[in-house]
Structures are given as C-alpha cells and as structure tokens.
C-alpha cells in the first residue's frame, strides 16, 4: 500500500474518521465528569551535609549529598516513613495505600527533594505532604547516625505545603485530547483495514489496480436517471451527456482490426447500466452524423425496446430464423441517424443463434450499410453469449458499476474474453459518485454556462432527433442555427426511402462596387427579382414552418453511405 493510495482512503472515509474522533473527545469529557476531584499538595526538603574547613572536605560532603538524595527519595515512600505519618494524622488508611498517594522526587541538579502528597480533601493533602516531609528527617538521622556521633546528613523543610485552591485531577484538557486522539487512531486503522478488504471498484484508480485496460469513459451516478435515462437526447446539456460525448471522442480513438466499429457492450453482472449506457452512446454517436445500428442481442432480458421506447415484438430473433426481413425488422428512432435492431421474441436457445452463422452473415452485412453497430450483450459471468459475440465484432466495451462491481468479477469478465481473444476496447465506469475527483464536470463545473438555456435553444449537435422533421417538410435549419445572418434558401429533403435530391448550386454573390452618388443610383434600374424554387412554386399553399421544439426542431439533411439500402418507414418523433 503506498501513501497516495492511504491519501485517497483518508479523503473518500474523512467523514466517519473525524465523526470518531468527535465521539472519542465527548467520552473522555463524560469521564472526566464522572471522577471524583483530587488534590495535590507539594512540600520541598533541603538535604545538605556537615563539612569540614578545607576545600576538599567541601567537595567530598557535596559529592556525598547528591550520592544522597536519589536514595532519600526512595526512602521517602518507604513503610518505615509512612507508618510514623499514620500514627501523627490517624489516619484510617493502610500504609501500601498511602504508598500509592505519596511520591518523593529529587529535583535535577540540586539536593532538594520534593514530596507530593494526594488526597480528595486539599487539607489533608497538605498534611500527609508536611508529616511524610518530618517522618523522612528522623527516619534519615536515625539511619545516618550512630550511638556515639550524630548524624552527618540534615533534612530541612525550605518550603511547606499548603491546600491547594483546585483539582490537580482529572485533567479535562488532557483527558479530551488523550480520547480524541485514541479515537482518530482507531477510526483511522479501521477505515484503512476495511477499504483494504472492500474489493469493490469505486475509482479509475480501483480500475488500474484491477486491470491493465484502459478507462475509456465514465459516467457520474444522478438520481434523476430513472427519470430521464436517455440523457444525452433528454437533457443534452447535462454533464452526463457531456460525459458520453467524451466517450463517443475516445471511441473515436480506440484501434479496430481492418476498420470495422462494431462493438459489443457488456458487463460483469446484471444492473450496471450496460443497457442506458449502449442507448446513450448511441445517440451521442449519430448525432455526430454518423449512422448508427442499435442491436439488442441480449436474448434472455432484452432492454433496449423498453428503453427507447419502440416495439421489440419483431427484431433479432425473428431475422435469424428466417420469419422476417432485416430490412424491415431495423426502426428508425427519431429520424436522428440512429436506427434500433430490437431482441424479438425471447428464444429458447439463445446462445446458439448468437452463435450462429447467420447472425455472423448478417454482422457483416450490417457493417457495409451503418458507420457504426454498437450490440447490447448479457453480461459475461452468467452466460457466454457476449463472448460469442465478441469474436464477430472489433471489440467489446466493458462495463463496471463503481460501488457494486468488485475487481473479482471484473477480472472474472476479462478473462472470459480473453480466453476467445476479444479485443477488449476499454473500461467504462458508470455510477460513479459526483464527490469523486474523477467524476466529470459537475453541475457546475467546465460546462455550458448559465447563459445558455438547457431546453430552448440545444446546440445543433445536440438536436440531431429534431432534424427528421423539418428534413420530410422541406424546411432547411443549417442557415438559421449555424449561419443565422444568411437567408433562408430551399432545404435538401430526405425522402421517405432515406435518399438525399441534390440541391440546386446557389448562385455566387456578386461582388462589392463602390458607393454610387444619389444621381447615379436613382438613375440605375432595379434588378429583378430571383424566381422562387421549382419546388415552392408548385405548391400553392406550402405548409407552414413548424414550431420550435423537440419534435420540430430544424436541422440539415445529412448524406448516408453510399453502400447503405434504401429503407421505408416514417421517422419517428420523440
């Protein structure tokens, strides 16, 4: 474990460490409630030594002082000390327990010794200070001397104890700072330990240490995606959106053998968004003005249908067996570039007709006719179907759930397509928290700006489903969102077969000639006037330009691939 993976621990878990923290000081103060207040009382002695005239004799006697005082200190706790203290205060203690409230020590670098006494009353403390301070000199005399000669040694009291005014005990401060810090320990080695056996995937970083893929988008969690699950055609601005838009660019990237985009997207287990990623993805694909073919080949629980809301009852599953053309089992969603190949009917084997030659034959086929195939595929640790799968496209996206996968079943997943050398594009994490720092954006981050309304005016990339219409009436948008200074001229439409009538070429502008006198220009003759299109003037009561909206918005035809069929069925409007 290196330290910036206990950095990004500490930051992820920082709310339990300190709420742990805060519990700790609150039960050091509660206890410190509960304690009975002790006081503290501290008596000084002077030991010093009788000397001789000479210098010597003064040095010896210091020497023998300080040798002295270590063994006085001890002496002062002892039972032959404290048993005289007893009998002088009568006190109604033992003599051990009164060991335990009294303590001796020399100060540093000098002979003076200091005596603390303790006691929950200040006046006794103060006592059993000054009687330990008295014991200690006879008990000294009576060791240093000697029948015929006095005692060389003398203790003197230079400062007796006093009651003490407050409490030496509990130190609440203390105590606080003692618990507090206990507690951040704690809290802080029981995040680090969990986070290290919590194997779920929550970061690209948790990705990384997982795999060697790469990440190639994610995608933030939002509460409201029930709501609106096609974000990126809802919602476009969005920071979702913006985020499948990043991914759209990365895929852009992402290295195909022989230049076929056709990818399998699946996932480890159920419930982590494979399905609303696919769907969005490939709206942000075809509104690029790429066109895109949505297969929902996840035969067992198909989603896409529902998703996009469009009938699914004829799709897959009846082009394989034969009862239903492909040209009429694929939907045009919206007119927007995407077209939507649903599951079908749930099939009882579905692993072989996934298998199948016929869903390869028509792989192919599809990849001749749409830039880009994007398969909505099972997960892999269930069944194997998006691994067949995998082998008929240029790649397979996977998708990873922050918070639910766990580097197990990710590594599980790759390695199921690895085993069939699936090329495996990239790693795409959805759910991901909008607090991480690797979340994309936010609501109010690098965006589009509050000056920029959500819904009235999308940017033309972003209002791709809104094209068909005014594309079938004939209206032409490309002057007004992109050029709204030019005048409006005759659209290209689309026709109900999805071909594209050239447009008559425009006439060159002329020139700039120089500013003409009033004379000059009165003088002039009036151009004529330019006849209306062919196709304006047939109509003798052209229908009126539909409003702006979601399902009227305006946009330029695009040109579809040359290989591609001719197709009829209506647009659908969203």
């Known amino acids: 474990m290196e330290l910036t993976d206990l950095v990004r621990i500490l930051r992820r878990r920082w709310i339990p460490i300190v709420a742990a923290s805060v519990v700790g000081v609150g039960a050091a103060a509660g206890v410190s409630a509960l304690q009975a207040p002790s006081y503290a009382s501290t008596t000084q002695v002077f030991v010093s030594t009788q000397t001789g005239e000479t210098s010597n004799d003064l040095a010896q006697s210091n020497a023998y002082t300080l040798s002295r005082v270590l063994t006085y200190a001890e002496l ?28 001796a020590t020399p100060v540093p670098e000098t002979t003076i010794i200091e005596i603390t006494a303790t006691s929950r009353d200040p006046q006794r403390a103060a006592d059993i200070a000054n009687a330990t301070a008295t014991s200690l000199a006879e008990v000294v005399d009576d060791v240093e001397g000697t029948a015929t000669q006095a005692s060389p040694v003398r203790l003197t009291t230079v400062e007796a104890a006093r009651p003490p005014e407050s409490a030496s005990s509990p130190s609440w401060p203390l105590n606080m700072l003692l618990g507090g810090l206990a507690a951040l320990v704690l809290a802080t080695g029981f995040v680090v330990v969990r986070d290290l056996l ?83 993805l490939a709206i942000a694909l075809a509104q690029s003005g790429e066109t895109v073919l949505l297969i929902d080949a996840d035969l067992r629980k198909p989603k896409v249908a529902e998703t996009l809301a469009i009938e699914g009852r004829v799709g897959l599953t ?102 069939v050398d699936v090329n495996v594009a990239g790693i795409l994490l959805t759910m991901l928290p909008t607090s991480a720092s690797h979340a994309y954006a936010y609501a109010y981050g690098y965006g589009y700006g509050p000056g920029v309304p959500a819904d009235d005016e999308p940017p033309a990339v972003a209002r791709a489903a809104d094209d068909a219409v005014d594309e079938r009436d004939g209206v032409d948008a490309s002057a007004d969102v992109l050029d709204p200074g030019e005048p409006d001229e005759p659209a290209a439409t689309e026709v109900d077969e999805l071909t594209i009538d050239e447009p008559e070429a425009a006439e060159p502008e002329p020139e700039p000639e120089p500013v003409a006198s009033e004379a000059e220009a009165e003088s002039e003759p009036e151009p004529e006037a330019e006849p209306e299109p062919e196709s304006a003037a047939s109509d003798p009561d052209p229908e009126p330009t539909p409003a702006r909206g979601r399902t009227t918005a305006p946009a330029k035809a695009r040109p579809r691939r040359a290989p591609r069929p001719k197709r009829e069925r209506p647009a659908r409007d969203r």
């Open 318 to 419: 009846t082009v394989l067996i034969g009862e239903a053309d492909i040209d009429d089992a694929v939907q045009d969603w919206g007119g927007t570039g995407l077209f939507v190949l649903p599951a079908g009917r749930v099939p009882p084997n579905p692993s072989e007709l996934l298998g199948s030659r016929a869903m390869e034959s028509l792989l192919r086929r599809l990849e001749g006719e749409f830039d880009w195939i994007l398969v909505d595929a099972p997960p892999l640790l269930p069944v194997t179907d998006a691994a067949v799968l995998g082998t008929r496209t240029a790649g397979a996206i996977v998708v990873a759930a922050s918070g639910k996968t766990t580097r197990g079943q990710l590594d599980g997943a790759l390695a199921r397509l690895g085993t």
């Open 198 to 280: 919590d194997t779920r995937i929550r970061s690209p970083h948790d990705v990384e240490l997982a795999t060697h893929h790469p990440v190639i988008g994610t995608i933030a969690f939002d509460e409201r995606a029930s709501d609106r699950p096609l974000v990126v055609h809802d919602a476009p601005h969005d920071f979702r959106a913006e985020a499948y838009r990043s991914l759209r660019t990365n895929l852009l990237f992402v290295e195909v053998e022989g230049g076929k985009r056709t990818f399998v997207v699946t996932s480890s287990v159920a419930g982590e968004g494979k399905t609303t990623a696919t769907a969005n």
């Open 76 to 103: 002062a706790s002892s039972e032959r000390v404290l048993v005289d203290v007893v009998a002088d205060l009568g006190l109604d203690v033992d003599v051990r327990d009164l060991a335990r409230q009294v303590t």
